[in-house]
């Protein structure tokens, strides 16, 4: 691009010092602030700002520089990153006993399906069988006798997609009905077959949580909103996890949108009011829990989500800090710079960090309980690369997503969030991220360095795009001996090997512990985190060996999230229980962006170790 330059401009740039330059041109402002006293200049400094910018008035110049978000400066990094707000609709249960579901502007029935047995899943499997007449139970039925029958419409007019709620999260279009002199709107929504074992799961509850959200924001200019449930839903377990689904999928990142550009999910909706014919105690407390748990998804989604000239790794130990701040005395945190890691030997961490625009941050935050009541020590490690260009084995591919190599960091202090808000009894945690990005300068990593790892292990570096384990050596030498942690999670966007395998909505999860394995598989049917456990094969740690150092830090061309997981058991004594959990497949969606993946499991992880 061509500029052409007034003359007293190109006198101050050809004839003036750094120091007239800088006086000249500051960023994000308007284009010339002052022109430096010469008599080569006989321009003011509007009149330059005038030419430059085709003649607008200097009011007009600043707030055409205003900024819609932090960022860095041409000479400086984005030192703090902004957190989404939480959405402003309430959301309340109450005993159906106690009032009129009809009583809002939306009104939502949850509809569940009649059990199936084996024999007639396996025919509605292999034909399509004409939906029977839907049969109302309870306050349904009530309320749909004294609307003349509209719900029971309403469901045959949508029977196939319906299907009498079977499928679970579905829900009708909404249905205008006149009452009491007053147009409503009603939804039907499936809450899927019953099951007289197992009750309504966990994942359904998520599902419903979802479409009450999605309903909310769908249906324009409704203020309040009432969804009528029915007595197979209640408990703690239930509502918790309903408002955790609803809270997150009102979820909406702004912060980088301007004008038309900005969207709010269900802005208009006031207050969400549950109707419960199951039991309503304990349904404040529960769904208050499932609001803080969604806090922290949503702050796992907006550091994923934060792009990398917004993103690093100070601006990540400043998120830190907050969260501490804001945790009411339950969390503390220490940030330790390059002289605290060069001390403690972090050689393997900081040969990563060398390549980055500012400087290492290793986060520890510390969680206790006010009682002071600790049965159990865990760490929680999250892999803390902000942005990952591969370094000098630079990526061919995908480079434009590498901001999400952070994911794991971000479900560590998303948890950490939530852990802070809710304050679970009897553990005590450490949540510890290496923060820092894997650039190409003339001080980086390259192919063949030699790093030293806190613990004393020597690693040959056949592949700087191999960098997060480097990272998270040290990381979980920091938990295992610093911290004294008993038992060790790590969470990292790691291979695309596992990607490959598993598919981009399921981790994997590598560990010697069965009893962890256990734990981690049950916590993943109960978030939804969906995880599987991969074989930890002893016999390929062959592959890290190195001819010059104790390993190398890339394996071979085949399995290689097995070696990357038997490279990170190197630094965790054996003893101890720990598990790799390899998140790179469903951290991102390509339609939605970050999904908070990882924050929920982490959070009960620690929640079940204080039991």
């Not at 550091?303 to 601006?315: F, T």
């Not at 939530?418 to 300068?441: S, T, W, Y």
């Not at 054996?574 to 998140?583: G, S």
Request: charged share 25%.
């Amino acid at each position: 691009m061509k500029l052409s330059l007034p003359p007293a401009l190109l006198s101050i740039l050809v004839r003036g010092s750094a120091n007239s330059c800088a006086n000249a041109f500051t960023l994000g402002k308007a284009s010339i602030t002052r022109a430096p006293s010469s008599a080569h200049s006989s321009f003011s400094s509007l009149a330059i700002n005038n030419r430059l910018r085709g003649g607008h008035s200097s009011s007009a110049l600043n707030m055409s520089a205003e900024r819609p978000f932090k960022t860095w400066t041409f000479d400086g990094h984005c030192e703090t990153m902004d957190w989404s707000p939480a959405p402003e609709a309430s959301l309340a249960a109450v005993s159906a006993a106690e009032g009129d579901v009809s009583d809002a502007d939306l009104v939502i029935v949850g509809v569940l399906a009649p059990a199936k047995d084996d024999k007639e899943e396996k025919e509605d499997d292999e034909e399509e069988k004409e939906m029977e007449a839907i049969a109302f139970t309870g306050k349904a039925a009530e309320l749909d006798e004294s609307l003349g029958g509209a719900l029971a419409d309403l469901a045959a007019e949508n029977a196939k997609a319906f299907q009498n709620g079977g499928a679970a999260g579905t829900a009708t279009p909404a249905a205008r009905i006149v009452s009491g002199g007053k147009a409503k709107r009603y939804i039907l929504l499936g809450l899927g077959a019953e099951d007289t074992e197992k009750g309504v799961e966990s994942a359904t509850i998520t599902k419903v949580g979802g479409a009450v959200a999605s309903a909310c924001h769908d249906q324009k200019k409704v203020a309040s909103c009432n969804v009528l449930l029915p007595p197979q839903i209640e408990g703690d377990a239930a509502l918790k996890d309903l408002s955790t689904a609803f809270y997150s999928g009102l979820y909406a990142d702004n912060r980088f949108r301007t004008g038309k550009k900005v969207e709010l999910k269900a802005e208009d909706v006031k207050e969400v009011k549950l109707f419960m014919e199951g039991s309503a105690d304990g349904a404040a407390s529960a769904i208050e829990t499932g609001a803080r748990l969604a806090k922290g998804v949503s702050l796992t989604r907006d550091i994923v989500n934060a792009p990398h000239n917004v993103l690093n790794s100070e601006s990540l130990a400043d998120t830190a800090r907050r969260i501490a701040e804001e945790s009411g005395g339950s969390i503390t945190c220490e940030i330790l710079g390059k002289e605290e890691c060069e001390k403690r030997g972090m050689g393997s961490y900081l040969g990563v960090a060398r390549g980055s625009e500012t400087e290492p941050q290793f986060i520890h935050l510390t969680y206790k309980p006010k009682d002071g009541v600790v049965k159990k020590k865990v760490g929680c490690v999250g892999k803390g690369l902000l942005f990952d260009t591969g370094g000098y084995n630079i990526k061919t591919a995908m480079m434009e997503l590498m901001k999400f190599d952070c994911g794991g960091s971000a479900a560590v202090l998303g948890a950490a969030r939530a852990v802070g808000d809710i304050q679970p009894p009897g553990v005590e945690a450490h949540f510890i991220v290496a923060a820092c990005e894997n650039m190409i300068n003339a001080r980086a990593v390259v192919p063949s360095d030699i790093l030293t790892a806190s613990n004393g292990k020597t690693i040959e570096v056949l592949n700087t795009d191999a960098e997060g384990r480097l990272t998270l050596a040290d990381a979980l030498v920091f938990a295992d001996k610093e911290c004294g942690c008993e038992s060790i999670i790590e969470l990292s966007t790691l291979t695309g090997a596992c990607m490959i395998s598993l598919g981009k909505q399921v981790c994997g999860v590598w560990t010697d512990d069965d009893d962890l394995a256990k734990d981690l598989e049950d916590i993943s049917k109960v978030t939804g985190d969906k995880s599987w456990r991969m074989p930890l094969v002893k016999e390929y740690a062959e592959e890290l060996k190195s001819k010059v150092a104790d390993m190398t830090n890339l394996g071979g061309r085949y399995g290689g999230a097995i070696t990357a997981a038997l490279f990170l058991t190197e630094f965790v004594d054996k003893k101890k229980p720990f598990a790799h959990i390899d998140i790179a497949g469903p951290v991102w969606d390509d339609k939605s962006g970050a999904t908070g993946f990882g924050a929920k499991l982490v959070t009960e992880w620690v929640r079940r170790s204080g039991e």
